[in-house]
C-alpha cells in the first residue's frame, strides 16, 4: 500500500502551471499508413520555436560532451562522448527514431540531483544521437542517468519506432542516492496512448520484458524511502510517484480524455468526463485504447488542435455561456491558469492546442520506406491550432533557414524578445494573435488555409517518397539525402513566406473591426465593406450586464417635425455614420 509520507506531493506546481507538453502516441496498428506517430506540443511562454539539427558525426576517443538543462540553460557539465553519433533533426533521427516528452513533476523530494549531469531535455537528444530503436533507446536513456544523474523532474516519455511504440516513465531519486527509477510499456499493436504532464503508468507485468521494461529498483526504492509498502504486484508508478489529484486530473488526464473521446466517441467519453473533471479520482481511464477507426496523419494534426469543443470543457462559449470566451468565442485564456474571485479559487481549462506552444510535431516512423526515409518529421512553431507544419525527413543534412536554431540545451539563448519577418517563429504568432482578436470570424479562414496547405505538402511528400526510392536505387545514398534535404529546405523555407503573405490577407480582410472583401464594382475602394458585428448572444449579454446605458432613445422633436412633414426628419445618425 501506499504509505502517509505521501503528504510530501506538492503537487508539482500545478495549480500554478505556465509551461507544460501534450503527447499523442499511435501504434503502427492504429495508423491508417502502419507508420507509428507521436505527437508533441512542446508549451512554454519562454520557449522559442526553431529546429535543432545535430548532424552526423564522428568524435576522437574519450572526448567529453557538455550538458545544459534545456529549460534553465544552466551549465550541467560533462559527460562521456561516444565515437560516432546519428543524425538528429528535432525530434527524430536519421533511423526513424522518435522522442517526444512531458513533464509529470512527482514527489517533491525527488525534484532535484544534487551532482546530476544531464537533465531530461539533454536526455532526448543524446539518446537521438547514440540509438536506432525504442527498445535501445529506453536502454541508453537508463544508462545515461545511472551514469551521471538525472537533474529534472519527474518525466513522461513516447518513443517510437517504424515498428513499435512505448511509454516510458521515469523519475529521479532525489538526494537519496544517483539515478532514476522507471518504467516503460510498448503500445500494444493497434492501440494509441497520451500523456500530458500526470504519470499515467499503474501497475505493470513484471515478468513480460518482450512489452514491459522497469529498472530493478522501481519497486524497492520506493520502499526504501518509505513510500509503498505493499507486495510487488500491485505497485503502482503513478499512484506511489505521482498521485492523481484534482489539477493532475482537470488541468493534465482532461488532455488525454479528449483525445480518447475524440476516437472512441461520445459514450466512452461520457464514463470517464468525471475523471477528467476532476470529480472522481478512481475512476481512471485506461492506458491506452484501441480507437474505433484507424488514425491518419491528418486526423492526428486535428487532434492537436482540440480545444475540448463540443465537450463540457468547451472553453469557446458554444456549448455554455462564458464571458471569458469574450466577443470573438475565443478558446484561448489570460494566463495565469488558476484565479481567485472572493475567497475561492478558479481555473481556466487547459486545452490540447494553447497559444503558448513554442514548437510542436507530428514524427512518422515508416517500415515500408527505406531506412534512410522511415522518418518524416512533420514540424511546427507556436500554437498547434495555428500553425502548418511542414515535411522534414530524419537524414535530412541541413534545415530551412526560417526555421533552423539552438535552444538552451546547445548553451544558446534563442532570440526570443526579437521579431523577424523570416523567422517561422514571429511569422506565425502574428497571424496566430491577430485571429485570436476575433476567434469566431477569422479562424475559420485560417483553418481553411492550414488544411489547404497541409493537404498540397503531403501530396508533395509522397511524390519525393517515390523520387528519393528511385535516385536511391540509380545515383545512390548521397544523392538521395540530397534530394529529400531540399525538399524539406524549399518547403519550410516557402511555407514562411507564404503565411507571411496570409498575415496581409487577413490584416487586410479584418482591419478595424469590418470585414472587408475585393469587389471590383466599388470604385471607391476595390471592395465590400461589412460590419464584423457580435453575435446576438453576446449583444444581449450587454444588455444584461448594463441595463438601459446604451439604449437608444426616441428623437421627440425629430418626431413632432415628421408629423408636421416628412420630409423635415433628419436623416439617421445611425445610418449616416455606418462606415465613419
Same mark, same amino acid.
Given at each position: 500500500m501506499i504509505t502517509f509520507s505521501k503528504v510530501l506531493y506538492i503537487a508539482a506546481g500545478l495549480a500554478g502551471l505556465v509551461d507544460g507538453c501534450s503527447n499523442i502516441i499511435v501504434s503502427p496498428g492504429a495508423s491508417a499508413d502502419s507508420s507509428s506517430m507521436v505527437a508533441?506540443?512542446?508549451?512554454?511562454?519562454?520557449? *522559442?520555436? #526553431?529546429? *535543432? !539539427?545535430?548532424?552526423?558525426a564522428d568524435h576522437p576517443k574519450n572526448s567529453m560532451r557538455d550538458i545544459y538543462d534545456w529549460d534553465t540553460g544552466v551549465y550541467l557539465g560533462q559527460i562521456e562522448e561516444v565515437e560516432h553519433t546519428y543524425n538528429v533533426v528535432g525530434n527524430m533521427n536519421e533511423f526513424g527514431l522518435s522522442i517526444g516528452e512531458t513533464t509529470y513533476g512527482g514527489v517533491s523530494e525527488l525534484q532535484s540531483q544534487p551532482g546530476a549531469k544531464i537533465d531530461y531535455g539533454s536526455l532526448i537528444w543524446v539518446t537521438l544521437q547514440r540509438a536506432k530503436t525504442a527498445r535501445e533507446a529506453i536502454h541508453t536513456i537508463s544508462r545515461l542517468m545511472s551514469e551521471n544523474g538525472y537533474a529534472s523532474e519527474g518525466e513522461s516519455f513516447s518513443i517510437a519506432d517504424p515498428h513499435e511504440?512505448?511509454?516510458?516513465?521515469?523519475?529521479?531519486?532525489? $538526494?537519496?542516492e544517483r539515478g532514476a527509477v522507471w518504467v516503460a510499456r510498448r503500445i500494444p499493436d493497434g492501440y494509441v496512448c497520451a500523456h500530458a504532464n500526470q504519470a499515467r503508468i499503474t501497475t505493470f507485468p513484471l515478468d513480460d520484458p518482450e512489452d514491459t521494461l522497469y529498472a530493478p529498483d522501481v519497486i524497492s526504492f520506493a520502499r526504501k524511502?518509505?513510500?509503498?509498502?505493499?507486495?510487488?504486484?500491485?505497485? #503502482? @508508478? $503513478?499512484?506511489?510517484y505521482d498521485a492523481v489529484t484534482f489539477s493532475g486530473a482537470r488541468f493534465c488526464e482532461a488532455r488525454v480524455w479528449s483525445f480518447f473521446g475524440d476516437v472512441m466517441g461520445e459514450e466512452w467519453a461520457q464514463q470517464y468526463l468525471d475523471y477528467a473533471q476532476g470529480y472522481n479520482l478512481t475512476n481512471r481511464m485506461p492506458l491506452w485504447v484501441k480507437p474505433v477507426q484507424k488514425v491518419s496523419?491528418?486526423?492526428?494534426? =486535428?487532434?492537436?488542435?482540440?480545444h475540448y469543443e463540443n465537450t463540457p470543457l468547451a472553453m469557446d462559449g458554444?456549448?455554455?455561456?462564458? &464571458?471569458?470566451? #469574450?466577443?470573438g468565442?475565443?478558446?484561448? =485564456?489570460? !494566463?495565469?491558469l488558476t484565479w481567485t474571485s472572493g475567497s475561492k479559487e478558479y481555473l481556466n481549462e487547459r486545452p490540447i492546442a494553447t497559444q503558448q506552444t513554442g514548437w510542436n510535431f507530428i514524427a512518422q516512423s515508416r517500415k515500408w520506406m527505406p531506412q534512410e526515409f522511415s522518418g518524416l518529421l512533420w514540424f511546427g512553431v507556436d500554437d498547434s491550432a495555428t500553425t502548418v507544419r511542414f515535411p522534414v525527413y530524419g537524414s535530412a543534412t541541413r534545415v530551412a533557414d526560417a526555421f533552423a536554431g539552438a535552444g538552451?540545451?546547445?548553451?544558446?539563448?534563442?532570440?526570443?524578445m526579437k521579431f523577424d519577418f523570416q523567422s517561422a517563429f514571429s511569422v506565425f504568432n502574428l497571424v496566430a494573435n491577430w485571429a485570436y482578436s476575433r476567434w469566431d470570424l477569422m479562424y475559420p479562414d485560417v483553418l481553411a488555409r492550414i488544411e489547404s496547405l497541409e493537404d498540397s505538402l503531403i501530396a508533395q511528400a509522397n511524390d519525393v517518397d517515390i523520387k528519393a526510392k528511385q535516385v536511391l536505387e540509380s545515383s545512390g545514398v548521397s544523392a538521395a539525402i540530397e534530394l529529400v534535404t531540399s525538399f524539406s529546405v524549399d518547403a519550410g523555407n516557402s511555407?514562411? =513566406? $507564404?503565411?507571411?503573405?496570409?498575415?496581409?490577407?487577413? @490584416? &487586410?480582410?479584418?482591419?478595424?473591426?469590418? &470585414? @472587408?472583401?475585393?469587389? #471590383?464594382?466599388e470604385p471607391s475602394c476595390g471592395c465590400s465593406v461589412a460590419n464584423g458585428a457580435y453575435t446576438q448572444s453576446w449583444y444581449d449579454r450587454i444588455v444584461a450586464d448594463t441595463g438601459d446605458h446604451y439604449l437608444v432613445h426616441e428623437d421627440v422633436d425629430a418626431l413632432k417635425a415628421s408629423a408636421k412633414r416628412p420630409g423635415l426628419m433628419p436623416v439617421s445618425k445611425a445610418q449616416l455614420l455606418a462606415r465613419r
Open positions: 508533441y506540443n512542446a508549451d512554454s511562454a519562454a520557449l *522559442y520555436g #526553431s529546429l *535543432y !539539427h545535430y548532424p552526423a511504440a512505448w511509454v516510458m516513465e521515469i523519475i529521479g531519486k532525489g $538526494s537519496y524511502i518509505g513510500l509503498y509498502d505493499g507486495p510487488d504486484e500491485e505497485f #503502482s @508508478f $503513478s499512484d506511489v496523419l491528418k486526423d492526428t494534426m =486535428r487532434h492537436m488542435r482540440n458554444e456549448v455554455f455561456p462564458d &464571458v471569458g470566451a #469574450s466577443y468565442y475565443t478558446p484561448v =485564456r489570460a !494566463h495565469p538552451a540545451q546547445d548553451g544558446v539563448t534563442p532570440p526570443l511555407l514562411v =513566406r $507564404s503565411w507571411a503573405n496570409f498575415f496581409g490577407e487577413m @490584416f &487586410v480582410k479584418y482591419k478595424d473591426g469590418y &470585414v @472587408f472583401t475585393e469587389d #471590383s464594382s
